[in-house]
């Protein structure tokens, strides 16, 4: 199948680089179980990258017979989530994907809802990954009028403000120009609304899913334009990206971009 040549990607961070959406899920239903509650996959599926805000209001929509106020629960689900961030692992395929773009100089940035103080505590001992991006990281606190996903600002904000791409401005029409650059983009997401968020962006979306998310119903018209098992199984010559094979061309660390993304 032949598909688009990218030049640029943009990677979301949890469920799809680390494994963050399990420890999402015990901590919610371990807090659900207090109440003789448990959160389905339908139910996830709608928290699964929206801001912290939005997805405890989703989430808890559906136990309107519980008592459990939105602020105490965040406590708790933060307390118990943060003892577990330093040692959540890297999902499969992550670190070879990762080190083969940046020793290639293939602008990569990170568009993550995390918040920034949740991003270091997931990415410190992982640094021989995350290190690669440097300040190209926007975390869900960057972007302090931004909508959040599916809405396409935090795509478009990571590919011009941390890698310099001339793709325009959330909510404003993109020119022809602006949405030949958005077409030159290539995001990797696991959660349905960060793939819906990634094609309105106007911009090529690989979906690596949890398999339980291929069987939750769901009323997009969005499709992404490769679905993947896992990243292990991506095949970066398939969107005109160097081979696995290809010796790296650029010194590690020469990427060129703008870096306008270290006051983020």
Known sequence: MSRPKVEYVLFDMD???IDSERVYTDVTNEILARHGKTMTWDIKAGCMGKPEKEAIAHLL???PD??????EYALERNRLQDAAWPSIPLLPGTARLVEHLHAHGIPIAVATGSRRSKYALKTAHLGHVFEKF???????DDLAAARGKPEPDIFLTAAKGALGRNVGEPGVEPTEAQRAERAKGLVFEDAMP????GKRAGMNVVWVPDVNLLDVPHDSHERPDQV??????FVPEEWGLPPYSAKPTVEAGAIPVVDSASNA
Not at 194 to 197: D, F, T, Y
């Open 61 to 63: 929509s559906f136990f």
């Open 194 to 197: 960060g793939m819906q968020a």
């Open 66 to 71: 519980i008592e459990l106020d939105p602020e």
């Open 15 to 17: 469920g799809l680089m």
């Open 134 to 140: 440097g300040a190209r990281v926007v975390c869900g």
């Open 228 to 233: 993947l098992r896992s990243l292990e199984d």
